[in-house]
């Protein structure tokens, strides 16, 4: 069952110190609508900007050290990880921030705080699908001795190992399973943290003028100064707090195996745009499902209806119609005259359209078929393999194609058709096309 968007049901405020500029600030929760996403807006600011969460509007971590920033026109958000943590874990797709300054409050240097007051506020689903994300296959980047690999995976599963090879600090292990709904216990309550040989470098950089003892552990030689653990691995379940807020600057639900080793915001950002251009390529791929199609099953679906379901265009659309669509079997026609565009290059002398192009046009009229079945609403189709292939008679301009398809098998990620492509009675193709279903 595919989950709904969700957004707040209350306005609500919380307010305290920027971690690092030391400035006082005000947050205003307050619900948005759906496909909105995570919308900060300056109120600071006479204009009072809006900027939305995403990666677009990242500033580059190396530029601003140790926290993740969005900006937009010059105006800049610091230190958003830990509410972005909190939205991710509690599903909230859809919200308005309002903030008078320019960096977030750092609270007890968790994210416990944010999740307490976003649950103050209720949360209620709105009636559109949320939208997800997964991993099609392994990606990794990787900076000196921190690396983050992605693997494929059907929900969303992290480890994390800190090693700093500091005398003083043991290396660090911690496994977190999205699918526990363990986020309070295992990871919210885990703090900011950094060495005590780091303050000073920290505060010469103009970091650090807002914390503390209480809000960031610090750790020595001799152990924590002034402070104690609140869990074990504290640290590690810190950095996959950091990673979880920082994903959910994509604005999708992310669907994968992730293994982490000493990475931070710097190498969590370059991972994104990784995955992000992954996610880039299979959009533009594959055959995407409609969320809503025809309801009327066995009528004709027009050119109009039928780009609603392919984003193929001229002059690669190779379906002119849908002129019967059923549980498990469909036709579509193609034209074919003297004006297609391939007749110029193939044959000029004597027309013929390519074998492979008939093939992809029964792989058309597949894909809005098993795209067409409600459970695979929101799906995309990607080609795995043609087989038993033959070609019996050439098609030449002036036939008109009659594309059948009959489902042979159609599982959760996969999908196995006969197509056969006919002018008049006669058979001039045919082929069995299995296709990957996958979560678009």
Same mark, same amino acid.
Request: charged fraction near 25%; hydrophobic fraction near 40%.
């Given at each position: $069952? ?15 110190? &920027? ?20 919308v ?19 500033i580059?971590?190396?530029? #601003?050290?140790? *926290? ?8 800049e ?6 509410? $972005? ?13 309002e !903030? ?21 506020a &209720? ?6 699908f ?12 990787r ?8 693997l494929?995976?059907d =929900? ?21 399973s999205?699918?526990n709904?363990?986020?309070? #216990?295992?990871? +919210? ?10 303050v000073?470098k920290?505060?010469?950089m ?7 003892y ?17 869990c ?23 669907? &994968?195996?992730i ?10 950002? #370059?991972?994104?745009? #990784? ?10 791929? &594959?055959?995407?499902?409609?969320s809503v199609i ?7 679906l027009?050119? *109009?209806? !039928?780009? =609603? ?11 002119? =119609? ?7 079997? @469909? ?9 297609e565009?391939?007749?110029?290059g ?16 029964? +792989? ?16 995309? +189709?990607?080609? $795995? ?5 033959k ?10 194609l ?6 042979? =098998? ?18 001039? +193709?045919? @082929?069995?096309? $299995? ?6």
């Open positions: $069952m595919e989950d709904l968007q969700q957004t707040i049901k209350k306005e609500v405020s919380i307010k305290g110190v &920027g971690l690092h500029t030391g400035k006082k600030v005000n947050l205003t929760f307050k619900p948005n609508l759906p496909d909105a996403g995570v900060f807006k300056r109120i600071d600011v006479s204009e009072k900007p809006i900027i939305r969460a995403n990666l677009s509007k990242v580059p971590p190396d530029k #601003k050290l140790r *926290r993740t920033s969005i900006g937009r026109n010059g105006l958000i610091h230190t958003i990880e830990h509410v $972005m943590a909190a939205l991710s874990a509690l599903k909230i797709d859809n919200i308005l921030i !903030i008078d300054n320019e960096e977030l409050p750092g609270l007890d240097g968790s994210t416990l705080p944010f999740v307490k007051i976003l649950n103050d &209720g949360i209620k689903q709105q009636n559109i949320r939208k997800s994300v997964s991993i099609n296959s392994p990606i990794w980047v900076e000196d001795d921190a690396i983050i690999i992605g494929p995976d =929900k969303f599963t992290v480890s994390y190992t800190l090693d700093y090879n500091n005398s003083y600090m043991s290396a660090q292990y911690i496994k977190y999205g699918l709904n363990n986020f309070v #216990k295992e990871i +919210a309550h885990s703090r900011t943290f950094c060495l005590e040989e780091e000073e920290l505060k010469k103009g970091l650090g003028k807002g914390a503390n209480t809000n960031t552990v610090v750790i020595s030689k001799n152990g924590l100064i002034n402070n104690e653990f609140r074990d691995n504290e640290f590690a379940r810190h950095k996959v707090l950091d990673l979880i807020g920082d994903l959910y600057l994509l604005g999708n639900q992310i669907n &994968g195996y293994v982490a080793l000493k990475s931070g915001h710097y190498l969590n950002i #370059k991972f994104l745009r #990784k995955l992000e251009r992954q996610q880039e390529r299979i959009d533009r791929g &594959g055959i995407s499902a409609p025809s309801e009327t099953e066995g009528e004709e027009d050119i *109009r209806a !039928i780009h =609603k379901v392919l984003p193929h265009r001229y002059p690669f659309l190779l379906v002119d =119609k849908i002129i019967k669509l059923e549980d498990k079997y @469909a036709i579509g026609i193609k034209n074919v005259t003297i004006n565009h391939f007749f110029q193939h044959f000029p002398g004597r027309p013929v359209m390519p074998g492979v192009l008939i093939i992809e046009a029964m +792989a058309q009229v597949a894909g809005v078929l098993m795209l067409s079945k409600p459970e695979n609403h929101g799906k995309m +189709a990607y080609f $795995m393999s043609i087989d038993k292939v070609f019996r008679k050439t098609v030449l301009p002036g036939d008109r009659r594309l059948e398809v009959n489902i042979i =098998k159609v599982k959760t990620k996969t999908g196995q058709v006969y197509t056969k492509a006919l002018v008049g009675d006669q058979i001039v +193709a045919e @082929a069995n096309l $299995m296709f990957a279903l996958v979560d678009g």
